[in-house]
């Protein structure tokens, strides 16, 4: 049984920063490509960023790109995002995600287990 657990959500002003970790375990990390997902109240869970098995190629949302960073830890089994210059539409529970196969996807579907998510809050 695959295992996401994710940490290093809470609450930020606007313009800061906040780093999120996901701890993934019982399956071979480095052949999998990871993603972040986020899930506001009201809305859809939405793609933020993806990152490929090796860590080489990474895919992000239009709305985070250029201020939040996907990386991983294949030694460690660790996936992370950063996330600066915080904005209060970015307050939403974001879920780290496992992909199907080594190729970073960007949807929804492409993603076959999920972690049980962490609260980013972020004031104005």
């Known amino acids: 049984q695959v295992q996401l657990v994710e940490s290093g959500g809470g609450l930020a002003q606007a313009g800061g920063s906040l780093r999120l970790s996901c701890a993934a375990s019982r399956f071979t990390f480095a052949s999998y490509a990871m993603g972040w997902f986020r899930q506001a109240p009201g809305k859809e869970r939405e793609f933020v960023a993806s990152?490929?098995?090796?860590?080489?190629?990474?895919y992000y949302a239009p709305s985070v790109r250029g201020r939040f960073t996907i990386s991983r830890n294949n030694a460690e089994n660790t996936v992370y995002l950063q996330m600066n210059s915080l904005k209060p539409e970015d307050t939403a529970v974001y879920y780290c995600?496992?992909?199907?196969?080594?190729?970073?996807?960007?949807?929804?579907?492409?993603?076959?287990?999920w972690g049980q998510g962490t609260q980013v809050t972020v004031s104005s």
């Open positions: 990152t490929s098995g090796p860590g080489g190629s990474t």
């Open positions: 995600a496992k992909g199907k196969n080594i190729i970073p996807p960007v949807t929804t579907s492409g993603f076959g287990s």
